[in-house]
Protein backbone atom coordinates (compact mmCIF):
# COMPACT_ATOMS: atom_id res chain seq x y z
CA UNK A 1 0.00 0.00 0.00
CA UNK A 2 1.46 3.32 -1.02
CA UNK A 3 1.59 5.68 2.24
CA UNK A 4 3.23 9.28 2.18
CA UNK A 5 2.93 12.01 4.56
CA UNK A 6 2.89 15.70 3.48
CA UNK A 7 2.48 18.57 6.55
CA UNK A 8 -1.02 17.93 7.37
CA UNK A 9 -2.21 14.63 5.26
CA UNK A 10 -1.47 11.18 5.29
CA UNK A 11 -2.29 9.95 1.69
CA UNK A 12 -3.14 6.85 0.94
CA UNK A 13 -3.32 5.36 -2.44
CA UNK A 14 -5.94 3.39 -3.87
CA UNK A 15 -4.82 -0.19 -4.75
CA UNK A 16 -7.82 -0.97 -6.26
CA UNK A 17 -8.10 2.48 -8.26
CA UNK A 18 -10.41 1.83 -11.50
CA UNK A 19 -8.07 1.28 -14.72
CA UNK A 20 -7.32 3.65 -17.16
CA UNK A 21 -8.76 2.37 -20.14
CA UNK A 22 -12.57 1.18 -17.89
CA UNK A 23 -12.07 4.97 -16.61
CA UNK A 24 -12.05 5.89 -20.48
CA UNK A 25 -15.34 4.19 -21.31
CA UNK A 26 -17.02 5.77 -18.09
CA UNK A 27 -16.28 8.99 -19.14
CA UNK A 28 -17.81 8.61 -22.32
CA UNK A 29 -21.00 9.35 -20.97
CA UNK A 30 -20.66 10.26 -17.09
CA UNK A 31 -23.92 12.24 -16.36
CA UNK A 32 -24.39 14.02 -13.27
CA UNK A 33 -23.28 12.11 -9.50
CA UNK A 34 -23.92 8.56 -11.15
CA UNK A 35 -19.65 7.46 -11.10
CA UNK A 36 -16.81 8.30 -8.61
CA UNK A 37 -13.82 8.53 -8.26
CA UNK A 38 -11.47 6.40 -6.43
CA UNK A 39 -10.07 8.63 -3.74
CA UNK A 40 -11.13 10.72 -0.55
CA UNK A 41 -10.80 12.92 2.01
CA UNK A 42 -11.60 12.76 5.90
CA UNK A 43 -10.31 14.69 8.34
CA UNK A 44 -12.05 14.62 12.07
CA UNK A 45 -13.35 17.54 14.55
CA UNK A 46 -13.25 16.74 18.28
CA UNK A 47 -14.31 18.79 21.22
CA UNK A 48 -11.18 19.90 23.04
CA UNK A 49 -8.60 18.38 20.20
CA UNK A 50 -10.30 21.04 17.05
CA UNK A 51 -9.50 19.54 13.78
CA UNK A 52 -6.93 16.57 13.63
CA UNK A 53 -6.43 13.19 11.86
CA UNK A 54 -6.36 14.56 7.82
CA UNK A 55 -6.36 11.99 5.08
CA UNK A 56 -6.46 11.35 1.76
CA UNK A 57 -7.02 8.05 0.95
CA UNK A 58 -9.09 5.36 -0.94
CA UNK A 59 -13.14 6.07 -1.47
CA UNK A 60 -14.66 4.04 0.94
CA UNK A 61 -18.15 3.55 3.20
CA UNK A 62 -18.51 5.22 6.48
CA UNK A 63 -19.15 3.07 9.36
CA UNK A 64 -21.30 5.00 11.93
CA UNK A 65 -23.13 4.04 15.01
CA UNK A 66 -27.12 3.55 15.09
CA UNK A 67 -26.75 6.98 17.39
CA UNK A 68 -24.73 8.78 15.00
CA UNK A 69 -25.94 12.20 15.67
CA UNK A 70 -26.44 13.55 11.96
CA UNK A 71 -29.12 10.63 11.42
CA UNK A 72 -31.60 11.86 14.24
CA UNK A 73 -31.33 15.80 14.20
CA UNK A 74 -29.64 16.23 10.81
CA UNK A 75 -26.73 18.46 11.55
CA UNK A 76 -25.05 18.28 8.05
CA UNK A 77 -24.09 20.85 5.75
CA UNK A 78 -21.78 20.78 2.01
CA UNK A 79 -20.83 22.52 -1.09
CA UNK A 80 -20.38 21.96 -4.74
CA UNK A 81 -17.77 23.23 -6.91
CA UNK A 82 -15.71 21.83 -9.53
CA UNK A 83 -12.58 21.26 -10.99
CA UNK A 84 -11.84 21.70 -14.82
CA UNK A 85 -9.01 20.78 -17.19
CA UNK A 86 -7.75 23.31 -19.20
CA UNK A 87 -6.82 23.77 -22.74
CA UNK A 88 -2.99 23.48 -21.73
CA UNK A 89 -3.77 20.42 -19.56
CA UNK A 90 -3.15 21.83 -16.29
CA UNK A 91 -6.24 21.93 -13.96
CA UNK A 92 -8.05 24.61 -12.50
CA UNK A 93 -11.41 25.14 -9.96
CA UNK A 94 -13.44 28.39 -9.64
CA UNK A 95 -13.52 30.78 -7.03
CA UNK A 96 -12.85 27.92 -4.20
CA UNK A 97 -12.57 30.59 -1.45
CA UNK A 98 -16.12 31.70 -1.76
CA UNK A 99 -16.97 28.10 -0.92
CA UNK A 100 -14.90 27.72 1.95
CA UNK A 101 -16.15 31.09 3.21
CA UNK A 102 -20.01 29.95 2.17
CA UNK A 103 -19.43 26.38 3.91
CA UNK A 104 -18.14 28.38 7.14
CA UNK A 105 -21.44 30.28 7.41
CA UNK A 106 -23.32 27.13 6.86
CA UNK A 107 -21.44 25.61 9.64
CA UNK A 108 -22.18 28.49 12.07
CA UNK A 109 -25.96 28.80 11.25
CA UNK A 110 -26.30 24.68 12.15
CA UNK A 111 -24.11 24.95 15.20
CA UNK A 112 -21.01 23.46 13.60
CA UNK A 113 -17.26 24.36 13.87
CA UNK A 114 -15.95 25.97 11.34
CA UNK A 115 -13.07 24.84 9.49
CA UNK A 116 -9.87 26.74 8.27
CA UNK A 117 -10.64 27.87 5.05
CA UNK A 118 -6.71 27.09 3.93
CA UNK A 119 -7.17 23.45 5.57
CA UNK A 120 -10.70 23.40 3.42
CA UNK A 121 -8.74 24.38 0.21
CA UNK A 122 -5.94 22.08 0.85
CA UNK A 123 -8.76 19.15 1.25
CA UNK A 124 -10.24 20.17 -2.58
CA UNK A 125 -6.94 20.61 -4.28
CA UNK A 126 -5.31 17.37 -2.98
CA UNK A 127 -8.47 15.24 -3.95
CA UNK A 128 -8.34 17.05 -7.42
CA UNK A 129 -4.95 16.68 -8.14
CA UNK A 130 -4.75 12.98 -7.30
CA UNK A 131 -7.91 12.07 -9.15
CA UNK A 132 -6.96 14.16 -12.30
CA UNK A 133 -7.56 11.52 -14.25
CA UNK A 134 -11.22 11.30 -13.69
CA UNK A 135 -12.15 14.59 -14.99
CA UNK A 136 -13.72 14.59 -18.35
CA UNK A 137 -12.33 16.03 -21.60
CA UNK A 138 -15.02 18.98 -23.62
CA UNK A 139 -17.22 20.44 -21.92
CA UNK A 140 -17.25 17.93 -18.85
CA UNK A 141 -15.58 18.67 -15.24
CA UNK A 142 -15.38 16.72 -11.93
CA UNK A 143 -17.91 17.99 -9.34
CA UNK A 144 -16.51 17.89 -6.07
CA UNK A 145 -18.57 17.79 -3.11
CA UNK A 146 -17.36 18.63 0.44
CA UNK A 147 -19.23 17.83 3.39
CA UNK A 148 -19.48 17.66 6.79
CA UNK A 149 -21.81 15.89 9.50
CA UNK A 150 -22.17 15.11 12.92
CA UNK A 151 -20.76 11.87 13.89
CA UNK A 152 -21.13 11.15 17.71
CA UNK A 153 -23.05 9.02 18.67
CA UNK A 154 -25.16 10.80 21.60
CA UNK A 155 -29.24 11.30 21.20
CA UNK A 156 -29.45 13.89 23.63
CA UNK A 157 -30.47 17.06 21.69
CA UNK A 158 -27.35 19.87 21.60
CA UNK A 159 -24.79 20.22 19.14
CA UNK A 160 -22.39 17.19 18.35
CA UNK A 161 -18.97 17.13 20.00
CA UNK A 162 -17.36 15.13 16.79
CA UNK A 163 -17.63 15.76 13.38
CA UNK A 164 -16.65 14.47 10.22
CA UNK A 165 -15.78 16.63 7.39
CA UNK A 166 -15.25 14.47 3.65
CA UNK A 167 -14.46 15.19 0.34
CA UNK A 168 -15.28 13.04 -2.51
CA UNK A 169 -15.92 13.66 -6.21
CA UNK A 170 -17.73 12.39 -9.77
CA UNK A 171 -17.32 12.69 -13.33
CA UNK A 172 -20.15 15.12 -14.79
CA UNK A 173 -21.39 15.99 -17.84
CA UNK A 174 -24.11 18.34 -18.71
CA UNK A 175 -26.82 18.76 -15.19
CA UNK A 176 -30.00 18.56 -17.95
CA UNK A 177 -30.47 15.71 -20.59
CA UNK A 178 -30.10 17.77 -23.99
CA UNK A 179 -27.58 19.99 -22.77
CA UNK A 180 -28.46 23.91 -23.31
CA UNK A 181 -32.35 23.78 -23.69
CA UNK A 182 -34.63 25.75 -22.19
CA UNK A 183 -36.12 24.33 -19.32
CA UNK A 184 -39.73 23.98 -18.06
CA UNK A 185 -40.76 25.15 -14.26
CA UNK A 186 -43.16 24.51 -11.91
CA UNK A 187 -44.08 27.04 -9.39
CA UNK A 188 -45.00 25.12 -6.14
CA UNK A 189 -48.64 26.08 -4.69
CA UNK A 190 -48.19 24.30 -1.17
CA UNK A 191 -45.09 23.82 -0.29
CA UNK A 192 -42.08 26.22 0.55
CA UNK A 193 -38.61 26.01 0.83
CA UNK A 194 -37.45 28.47 3.11
CA UNK A 195 -38.78 30.96 5.96
CA UNK A 196 -37.42 33.94 7.48
CA UNK A 197 -35.27 33.23 10.61
CA UNK A 198 -34.88 29.29 8.78
CA UNK A 199 -32.19 27.53 7.35
CA UNK A 200 -32.55 28.87 3.69
CA UNK A 201 -29.17 30.32 3.14
CA UNK A 202 -26.99 27.67 4.50
CA UNK A 203 -26.29 24.38 1.86
CA UNK A 204 -27.84 21.66 4.56
CA UNK A 205 -29.33 18.88 3.37
CA UNK A 206 -32.94 19.49 5.03
CA UNK A 207 -33.31 22.34 2.96
CA UNK A 208 -32.93 19.63 -0.01
CA UNK A 209 -34.84 17.13 0.93
CA UNK A 210 -37.81 19.68 1.81
CA UNK A 211 -37.88 20.32 -2.26
CA UNK A 212 -38.07 16.77 -3.03
CA UNK A 213 -41.78 16.75 -2.95
CA UNK A 214 -42.10 19.34 -4.83
CA UNK A 215 -40.15 18.71 -7.05
CA UNK A 216 -41.79 15.09 -7.60
CA UNK A 217 -44.71 17.49 -8.17
CA UNK A 218 -42.98 19.66 -10.99
CA UNK A 219 -42.04 16.00 -12.90
CA UNK A 220 -45.53 15.12 -12.59
CA UNK A 221 -46.91 18.63 -14.48
CA UNK A 222 -43.84 17.53 -17.25
CA UNK A 223 -41.77 20.43 -15.78
CA UNK A 224 -37.84 20.28 -15.27
CA UNK A 225 -37.36 22.25 -12.23
CA UNK A 226 -39.61 23.58 -9.33
CA UNK A 227 -39.81 27.08 -8.34
CA UNK A 228 -40.93 28.14 -4.76
CA UNK A 229 -42.42 31.60 -3.63
CA UNK A 230 -42.30 33.24 0.03
CA UNK A 231 -43.26 31.36 3.18
CA UNK A 232 -45.25 34.62 4.52
CA UNK A 233 -47.09 36.03 1.44
CA UNK A 234 -46.45 32.98 -1.13
CA UNK A 235 -45.98 36.08 -3.57
CA UNK A 236 -42.28 37.08 -4.15
CA UNK A 237 -40.24 34.37 -6.26
CA UNK A 238 -36.92 33.17 -4.50
CA UNK A 239 -35.34 30.42 -6.18
CA UNK A 240 -35.59 26.73 -7.63
CA UNK A 241 -34.80 23.68 -5.83
CA UNK A 242 -31.32 23.96 -6.58
CA UNK A 243 -30.45 27.18 -8.18
CA UNK A 244 -30.93 30.62 -8.06
CA UNK A 245 -33.26 32.76 -10.92
CA UNK A 246 -32.53 35.86 -12.92
CA UNK A 247 -34.64 38.36 -14.93
CA UNK A 248 -33.82 39.74 -17.89
CA UNK A 249 -36.30 42.77 -19.06
CA UNK A 250 -36.24 44.54 -22.31
CA UNK A 251 -34.65 47.86 -20.96
CA UNK A 252 -31.25 45.60 -20.31
CA UNK A 253 -31.71 45.40 -16.68
CA UNK A 254 -31.50 42.45 -14.54
CA UNK A 255 -33.51 41.40 -11.35
CA UNK A 256 -32.66 38.63 -8.88
CA UNK A 257 -34.46 38.29 -5.72
CA UNK A 258 -32.61 39.42 -2.59
CA UNK A 259 -30.78 37.52 -0.16
CA UNK A 260 -32.23 36.41 3.06
CA UNK A 261 -33.90 32.73 2.61
CA UNK A 262 -31.95 31.79 -0.20
CA UNK A 263 -28.67 30.68 -1.13
CA UNK A 264 -26.09 32.82 -1.68
CA UNK A 265 -24.58 31.14 -5.01
CA UNK A 266 -21.40 31.75 -6.22
CA UNK A 267 -22.46 31.49 -9.79
CA UNK A 268 -25.17 34.02 -8.58
CA UNK A 269 -22.64 36.38 -7.49
CA UNK A 270 -20.59 35.77 -10.33
CA UNK A 271 -23.38 36.67 -12.93
CA UNK A 272 -24.32 39.95 -11.25
CA UNK A 273 -20.28 40.76 -11.21
CA UNK A 274 -20.33 40.23 -15.10
CA UNK A 275 -23.53 41.90 -16.32
CA UNK A 276 -22.68 45.03 -14.41
CA UNK A 277 -19.12 44.75 -16.31
CA UNK A 278 -21.64 44.15 -19.51
CA UNK A 279 -23.18 47.76 -18.47
CA UNK A 280 -26.61 46.07 -17.18
CA UNK A 281 -28.34 47.53 -14.22
CA UNK A 282 -28.59 44.44 -12.04
CA UNK A 283 -31.18 44.74 -9.28
CA UNK A 284 -31.58 42.40 -6.33
CA UNK A 285 -35.32 43.23 -5.42
CA UNK A 286 -38.76 41.49 -4.79
CA UNK A 287 -39.97 40.03 -8.14
CA UNK A 288 -43.44 38.85 -7.43
CA UNK A 289 -45.16 35.85 -9.09
CA UNK A 290 -47.84 38.00 -10.52
CA UNK A 291 -45.41 40.57 -12.08
CA UNK A 292 -43.28 37.50 -13.67
CA UNK A 293 -46.44 36.69 -15.77
CA UNK A 294 -47.42 39.96 -16.74
CA UNK A 295 -43.96 41.09 -17.37
CA UNK A 296 -44.18 37.74 -19.69
CA UNK A 297 -47.63 38.32 -21.16
CA UNK A 298 -46.67 42.17 -22.31
CA UNK A 299 -42.67 41.74 -23.60
CA UNK A 300 -41.31 43.92 -20.43
CA UNK A 301 -39.84 40.27 -19.71
CA UNK A 302 -37.43 39.37 -22.47
CA UNK A 303 -35.45 36.30 -20.73
CA UNK A 304 -35.27 34.27 -17.57
CA UNK A 305 -32.31 32.04 -16.70
CA UNK A 306 -31.02 29.79 -13.56
CA UNK A 307 -28.09 29.41 -12.25
CA UNK A 308 -25.65 27.11 -10.04
CA UNK A 309 -22.57 25.27 -9.50
CA UNK A 310 -24.13 22.06 -11.10
CA UNK A 311 -26.29 23.80 -14.15
CA UNK A 312 -24.09 26.82 -14.46
CA UNK A 313 -26.40 29.26 -16.52
CA UNK A 314 -29.46 27.14 -17.87
CA UNK A 315 -32.27 29.18 -20.06
CA UNK A 316 -36.07 29.23 -18.87
CA UNK A 317 -38.47 28.61 -21.33
CA UNK A 318 -41.95 27.96 -20.01
CA UNK A 319 -44.12 28.24 -16.80
CA UNK A 320 -46.91 25.98 -15.58
CA UNK A 321 -49.12 26.59 -12.41
CA UNK A 322 -52.38 25.91 -11.02
CA UNK A 323 -52.94 29.39 -13.03
CA UNK A 324 -52.08 28.30 -16.27
CA UNK A 325 -49.18 28.25 -18.27
CA UNK A 326 -46.56 31.02 -20.54
CA UNK A 327 -43.95 31.50 -21.87
CA UNK A 328 -40.57 34.03 -21.65
CA UNK A 329 -39.70 35.34 -24.79
CA UNK A 330 -39.80 32.63 -27.64
CA UNK A 331 -39.41 29.67 -25.19
CA UNK A 332 -35.65 29.14 -26.35
CA UNK A 333 -34.01 31.55 -23.86
CA UNK A 334 -32.01 34.69 -25.69
CA UNK A 335 -28.97 36.96 -26.13
CA UNK A 336 -28.52 37.34 -22.84
CA UNK A 337 -28.43 34.74 -21.14
CA UNK A 338 -26.27 33.02 -23.66
CA UNK A 339 -23.79 35.99 -23.60
CA UNK A 340 -23.28 35.19 -19.63
CA UNK A 341 -23.07 31.99 -20.19
CA UNK A 342 -20.57 32.11 -22.18
CA UNK A 343 -18.56 34.66 -20.69
CA UNK A 344 -18.76 32.36 -17.59
CA UNK A 345 -17.95 29.27 -18.92
CA UNK A 346 -15.11 31.10 -20.48
CA UNK A 347 -13.17 32.26 -17.72
CA UNK A 348 -14.24 28.76 -15.78
CA UNK A 349 -11.99 26.74 -18.45
CA UNK A 350 -9.50 29.46 -19.31
CA UNK A 351 -10.65 30.50 -22.41
CA UNK A 352 -11.87 34.46 -21.91
CA UNK A 353 -9.91 36.80 -20.02
CA UNK A 354 -10.00 36.58 -15.84
CA UNK A 355 -10.09 40.38 -14.57
CA UNK A 356 -11.30 39.78 -11.45
CA UNK A 357 -8.37 36.40 -10.75
CA UNK A 358 -11.30 34.00 -9.97
CA UNK A 359 -10.01 30.69 -11.52
CA UNK A 360 -7.50 29.34 -8.97
CA UNK A 361 -4.96 26.87 -10.72
CA UNK A 362 -3.63 23.88 -9.24
Known sequence: MDVQQTS???VTRNSRAVAADQRAVLLEDPGFGRIHTDHMVTIRYTEGQGWHSAALGPREPFLLDPACAVLHYAQEIFEGMKAYRL???SIAMFRPEENARRFNESAHRMAMPPIPEDLFLEAVEQLAKIDAGW???????????????ASEAFLGVRPANEYIFCVIASPAGAYFKGG???????VSEHYTRAAPGGTGAAKCGGNYAASLIAQAEASKHGCDQVVFLDAAEHKWVEELGGMNIFFVMEDGAIVTPPLGTILPGITRDSIMTLARAKGHDVREEPYSFAQWRADAASGRLREAFAC???AVVTPIGTVKSVEGDFTIGNGDGGMVTESLRVDLTGIQRGTVADPANWVHRL
Request: hydrophobic share 40%; glycine share 16%; aromatic share 16%.
Open 8 to 10: RFT
Open 87 to 89: ADG
Open 135 to 149: IPGGEGSLYMRPFMF
Open 180 to 186: KKAVSLW
Open 308 to 310: GTA
